[in-house]
C-alpha cells in the first residue's frame, strides 16, 4: 500500500543509466496506486525506455492518461479536509470501532 503524498518520491522507470530501468507497482505511474495496474504501467514505461536507449525502432507500448471520473472530486475534496484534520476515513468508524473487520472478529468471540 503506498503513503499518501509518497508519489512525487517514486523513481521513474527510466533511470539515468542507459542499462537500467525499474518496473513495478512502487514505479511513479499515472496510477497512483499499488496495484497490478501500476505495475503494468510501469513495465510499460520500462519497454519505452530500453527502446529509447537502444535505438530500436519499434513502436513504444501505449501510456494512458488517468481520468478519474468528476463524481470523485468533491470526495476527494473531503477526504483532503479530514486528512488534514487527523480525522479518519469515513469508512474507518463504525460506532466506535475502527473498523468493520474489527467488529466483525470481535463478534466470533
Known sequence: MNTAGSLRYRPSAATKLANFVLASDYVRTNTDLASMES??????????????????????????EL?????????????AIRYQLGLPHPGETFKGIST????LSLRSR
Open 67 to 79: 481520468e478519474e471520473p468528476r463524481i470523485f472530486k468533491p470526495l476527494k475534496a473531503q477526504d
Open 39 to 64: 505495475a503494468n504501467e510501469a513495465a510499460r514505461r520500462a519497454v519505452n525506455a530500453i527502446l529509447k536507449h537502444s535505438g530500436v525502432r519499434a513502436p513504444y507500448c501505449k501510456i494512458w
Open 100 to 103: 468493520p473487520s474489527r467488529m
